[in-house]
């Protein structure tokens, strides 16, 4: 896994940028897939959140020290902590997307 990087001014943008590149061509990926191959992969990445939490609170320890450390606020900082609990909330809300019917 990669591991990010604080960037600031252009170098942020062009990460953003790319990002967005990288979604919209994922969007058309994801729209000539089947509902069943959708749900998977949902499925899937619901199960790399929860392998995966202990990676994920480590990531967010460094995130919420940045935070404090940019003077983020303490409601600010409460929604960015994630939490074991959040975590797995994030997992079943992935799962439970997973379970929708296919528009």
Sequence with gaps: MNKPTW?????A????EGMGLSARAATRTLGRAS???KADGLRRAAAQIRTRA???EDANQKDMTFG???GLSASLL???LLTPDRIEAMAAGVE???DLPDP
């Design 13 to 16: 943008q062009t990460d953003i």
């Design 35 to 37: 509902a069943e191959a």
């Design 96 to 98: 439970q997307v997973a």
């Design 7 to 11: 960037r600031d001014g252009a170098e």
């Design 68 to 70: 404090r450390e940019k």
């Design 54 to 56: 202990a990676e994920i």
């Design 78 to 80: 409460d929604r960015l």
